[in-house]
Nanobody
Framework: QVQLVESGGGLVQPGGSLRLSCAAS????????MGWYRQAPGKQRELVAA???????NYVDSVKGRFTISRDNAKNTVYLQMNSLKPEDTAVYYC??????????????WGQGTQVSVSS
């Protein structure tokens, strides 16, 4: 089993910043992609940002220039630095980690979700 623990959500005013963290633990042989998704009320879950094992990143257009994804491979942790937050960023944010438990056993795990609310 691979468990993900998220932290860092909260309530912030427009223009403010938050940093989300997601730590993976358990039976992990290697980690490939790590990503952050979000789901707003009444909307589908969308990919916000992702980072590969080699450090390549991609972002949804609406957060480019404001959000930064990074990872600490030694800690099996992925971060999402969110700056210049807007009310439309309000959502539950989920991390996703994909990798291998062994050389032949893949996994894809989700965090429990953390609420990010942007409001004055």
């Amino acid at each position: 089993q691979v468990q993900l623990v998220e932290s860092g959500g909260g309530l912030v005013q427009p223009g403010g910043s938050l940093r989300l963290s997601c730590a993976a633990s358990g039976s992990i042989f290697s980690i490939n992609a790590m990503g952050w998704y979000r789901q707003a009320p009444g909307k589908q879950r969308e990919l916000v940002a992702a980072i590969t094992s080699g450090g390549s990143t991609n972002y949804v257009d609406s957060v480019k220039g404001r959000f930064t994804i990074s990872r600490d491979n030694a800690k099996n942790t992925v971060y999402l630095q969110m700056n210049s937050l807007k009310p439309e960023d309000t959502a539950v944010y989920y991390c996703n980690v994909e990798g291998y438990r062994s050389r032949s056993s893949r996994f894809s795990s989700w965090g429990q979700g953390t609420q990010v609310s942007v409001s004055s």
